[in-house]
């Protein structure tokens, strides 16, 4: 699988006039023009390898041939992504862009094309109408930092439509497939950025906690033997002084001092445990380092859903690139999601995840009404 920090360098490469030639899953050989790599401080022709942390043994660093250049590696922290930051900022960390050449809107077969888009478990639809429309989409790039004992960084994409307010996954992998021009077809109704953002930013966090999974199981392991070894060590020396009380018979001051550095040693214990959890404390750094602001054709189909007596309003949009209508976005994980139920308090859209019953009183429960636990059994307590 090609790695995004690979793919971010090629084409930015690429659109400053140099030659990039992909030369294996984590390698790329770039033939830079004089003014571009003396800007860069880096030689006319080089190589640049790409580790991926997230895979445990990740292909070896491939070697140079005689008279070549030496390979450069290239992470998240690299010295050269400072200087290409530069390169970045003359072109602007947001850009807005159309399709070149549009494909035709599709006719919706309306049956079929909902059936694959949404399941409602507690809701039936009662009414649909549907348009043609430009719609404008929101492609966020975040980049993430985990901090523990080990550093993981990584990046992630998703776009927001700006009519349905609705989570897009899958869509930003496919831009690169496509040109894009900056001749707009219309001029689009600006949404307010901070809600998009204040969306993207919630999706991100639930997709970076999906790719940190088997680095938070990794730490969490390691933390586990750490803490293990020590609370072995410390409790071998208390046993120890214990058997040292039974066999000599202690009394008096010999055995209040000999009890004493029991007591120190579970306090040292203590320590050394809380000093592990610091170590082992995991801490996430979310940035948001680049925007699209594409503009695409869609077919707007608009549900009237009823739940008991109250008609909700849901909104898809036949998306050409992903070639499907886009899911309903859930309002407790904000992931998108096929099926899908209605919470009766406020009416949110919600995935099956997000609407367990509770343990408790066993009645559904909703995440986006109460992100904390069931209200119920906490009124109840």
């Known amino acids: ?56 043994g990740a292909s070896a660093m491939p070697m140079s041939g005689l008279g070549q250049s030496p390979t450069r590696i290239v992470s998240y922290q690299s010295e050269l992504l400072e200087t290409l930051g530069e390169l970045v900022a003359r072109r602007g ?5 159309a399709l070149a050449e549009p494909p035709p809107v599709k006719r919706l077969e309306l049956e079929r094309d909902i059936e694959r888009a949404i399941v409602l478990q507690n809701a039936v639809i009662r009414g649909q109408q549907h348009e043609q429309a430009i719609v404008p989409y929101l492609v966020f790039h975040f980049k993430y930092t985990a901090l523990s004992d080990e550093r993981h960084e990584g990046m992630v994409s998703l776009a927001i439509n ?17 040109t894009l021009s900056p001749k707009l077809p219309v001029k689009a109704p600006v949404a307010g950025f901070e809600p998009m953002y204040a969306r993207a930013r919630r999706a991100a966090q639930s997709l970076i906690r999906e790719a940190l999974a088997d680095f938070v199981k990794s730490m969490n392991r390691r933390l586990n033997r750490d803490v293990q070894h020590v609370t072995e060590y410390y409790r071998t020396i208390q046993q120890e002084i214990e058997m040292k009380i039974k066999k000599k018979g202690l009394a008096g001051e010999e055995l209040e001092r000999e009890q004493s550095r029991i007591r120190a040693t579970e306090i040292e214990l203590e320590r050394k445990v809380s000093d592990l959890q610091a170590k082992y404390d995991l801490k996430v750094q979310v940035e948001a380092v680049a925007l699209l602001r594409l503009l695409l054709p869609v077919m707007l189909l608009r549900l009237n859903v009823m739940r008991r007596k109250w008609i909700v309003p849901i909104e898809l949009a036949w998306n050409p690139l992903l070639r499907q209508l886009e899911r309903v976005t859930c309002l407790g994980c904000f992931r998108p999601s096929k099926s899908i139920f209605i919470c009766d308090d406020q009416r949110h859209s919600i995935c099956p995840e997000c609407f367990k019953p509770c343990f408790t009183c066993q009645r559904p429960c909703c995440r986006a009404c109460a992100p904390r636990g069931c209200p119920r059994c906490e009124k109840i307590t």
């Not at 930015?12 to 033939?31: F, K, N, P």
């Not at 609705?166 to 930003?172: A, M, N, R, T, Y």
């Open 1 to 56: 699988m090609s790695l995004p920090l690979k793919n971010f360098l090629e084409r930015l490469l690429a659109r400053h006039d140099a030659l990039v030639e992909d030369i294996g899953e984590d390698a790329l050989e770039v033939l830079f023009p004089p003014e571009l790599a003396e800007r860069l401080n880096v030689g006319e022709w080089e190589r640049f390898y790409f580790p991926d942390a997230s895979k445990r």
């Open 162 to 178: 700006e009519r349905t307010v609705g989570v897009v996954q899958g869509l930003s992998e496919l831009i690169p497939q496509v």
């Open 93 to 97: 960390a947001m850009a807005v862009a």
